[in-house]
């Protein structure tokens, strides 16, 4: 299976500023990667498709001004929270899928906005 | 529109049998998984299923019937370690991956 590394782990962070959300694979070249969003007791919710070379594709409702996301390696993607506010505290993770098998997981980054 | 239903919660006791049960409604299907994941941390993968039946691993066995759009996960011998939640998730004609709510699983001594 592939090895997925997100960094940080966890996040505290002051309304108003951005903060960078790491995922990389480490032993699969990804050109996709997938990053969602988690509100306690309940379903992962995709937030957007992260493209190597190309834009991201985001799900309706999320806004791609907000939530920006660079793919610029075969092995990293970034997730950026610009101008965050409370309600984006959340549980953030990114997965990878080699080929057509399970899903592969980052740890999670859990981000609280203070 | 693509639906997964599971149940909110389930108590079971320690060194019993739980069956946890998944019912979907998806556009085109290309398997089913379930994955295992603890409070603040990321899902693990459990087992998956393309084909009727059923899949054994060790304490857990998954079911899928795709005429009825159901899947159930059983756990045998629970242990404490258990407590946790339980993801079904299909794989859409698009291979998006669906996913349901979770289950929580608390297991009592």
């Known amino acids: 299976g592939a090895v997925v590394s997100q960094h940080p782990s966890r996040v505290i962070c002051k309304s108003g500023t951005s903060v960078k959300i790491e995922c990389r694979s480490l032993?699969?070249?990804?050109?996709?990667m997938f990053w969602y969003r988690q509100f306690p007791k309940k379903s992962l919710m995709l937030m957007a498709t992260?493209?190597?070379?190309?834009?991201?594709?985001?799900e309706q409702g999320v806004e791609k001004d907000k939530f920006l996301i660079n793919h610029a390696s075969l092995t990293l993607s970034t997730l950026t929270v610009t101008s965050a506010h409370p309600e984006d505290s959340s549980f953030y993770i990114c997965s990878v899928v080699p080929g057509n098998t399970e899903a592969f997981f980052g740890q999670g980054t859990r981000l609280t906005v203070v | 529109g693509q639906n997964i239903d599971q149940p909110t919660e389930m108590t079971a006791t320690e060194g019993a049998i739980v069956q946890i049960n998944c019912t979907y409604q998806?556009?085109?299907?290309?398997?089913l998984f379930w994955y295992q994941q603890h409070a603040g941390e990321a899902p693990t993968f459990l087992s998956y299923?393309?084909l009727d039946g059923l899949e054994e691993k060790g304490r857990f066995s998954s079911f899928l019937s795709r005429s009825k759009g159901y899947s159930y996960l059983l756990l045998k011998e629970l242990q404490m370690k258990d407590s946790a939640s339980y993801l079904c998730a299909v794989r859409d004609s698009n291979y998006q991956l669906i996913w349901g709510a979770g289950t929580k699983l608390i297991i009592k001594p």
């Open positions: 992260s493209n190597e070379g190309s834009k991201a594709t985001y």
């Open positions: 032993d699969f070249q990804a050109t996709t």
């Open positions: 998806t556009s085109g299907f290309n398997g």
């Open positions: 299923n393309v």
